[in-house]
């Protein structure tokens, strides 16, 4: 496992190669993730049985294309700030920062919005449209981009999709087809614990993870990230799922807050298409 670490726990981020072009940068506090959290794992796994009550650390996630453009997907958190900078320009080692692409304005995702464009003022922001408040996140100069939208890249095509699931009401999937890599933004997150942190899904087996292990983990998460589920029909939700999958050809499964999915991807897809259907299917508290 090759990873390049820059920082410590809160600024703590790893850069590790998923395809020669395509680099996910990641934050994970690793072993100073339970205190940063403050006991949110054992708190979380006494209500939630079965939980990784060692899972302190939630993953942050942004990824790079280095074609005959460039293009960046989301920024890390205000706390990963020099980090990211540090580690952004080492991969794009003296080469301009084309594109920045905001998935939805909230701080793990937008945060350093700003400092990038003050680093790479070249770059072209690009982000969902639909609202007209993005000047306060370092966004107004941003280009705002509708479903079906397309940013040729040279060997790579981004292209903006509609999401299944939305953390906010402005949210935007994307999807480049010639690996079929997906970013899915905030669905499917999964909790680490420290021996976790910048594995693929596939490197999370050799310490004690598994296929089921991520059903039960997205199970217990998505109630919390979409609790609108509780409304959901579970066989729509099923269908809706069944859909998605049939028109895009994923082998790159690439969300905001899980670990990436490289190797037997549709068994992953498999696990979180029950994991969805169980959420939409389960009693929900009242209060959490």
Request: glycine share 6%.
């Amino acid at each position: 496992m090759t990873t390049t670490i820059y920082g410590a726990g809160a600024t703590r981020v790893g850069v590790r190669e998923i395809t020669p072009q395509i680099f996910w940068i990641s934050h994970s506090a690793g072993d100073q993730a339970a205190k940063l959290n403050r006991g949110f794992a054992e708190d979380f796994a006494r209500v939630n049985p079965g939980f990784d009550p060692e899972a302190n650390d939630i993953i942050y996630g942004s990824y790079l294309f280095l074609d005959e453009k460039t293009f960046l997907i989301d920024t890390l958190g205000p706390a990963q700030h020099e980090t990211m900078l540090e580690a952004l320009g080492d991969l794009l080692a003296g080469r301009r920062l084309d594109y920045l692409w905001i998935s939805h304005t909230e701080l793990p995702h937008a945060g350093n919005a700003a400092a990038i464009v003050r680093a790479h003022p070249e770059v072209q922001l690009l982000t969902v449209g639909g609202h007209d408040h993005y000047a306060l996140h370092g966004l107004g100069d941003a280009r705002q981009l509708a479903y079906g939208d397309c940013v040729d890249l040279g060997q790579h095509r981004m292209e903006i999709i509609e999401p299944l699931f939305v953390d906010h009401a402005l949210t935007q999937w994307i999807y480049e087809h010639r690996t079929g890599f997906l970013c899915p933004v905030d669905w499917a997150l999964n909790a680490q614990n420290q021996h976790q942190s910048f594995r693929f899904m596939d490197e999370m087996e050799e310490v004690g993870y598994s296929r089921e292990r991520f059903q039960h983990d997205v199970s217990i998460t998505n109630c919390v990230v979409f609790p609108w589920l509780r409304w959901a029909d579970p066989d729509q939700i099923a269908r809706m799922i069944d859909a998605f999958y049939a028109k895009y050809d994923i082998r790159i499964f690439a969300p905001s807050h899980t670990n990436v999915i490289r190797k037997d991807v549709p068994e992953y897809l498999a696990a979180l298409r029950e994991a969805m259907r169980s959420v939409a299917s389960r009693e929900f508290s009242i209060v959490y």
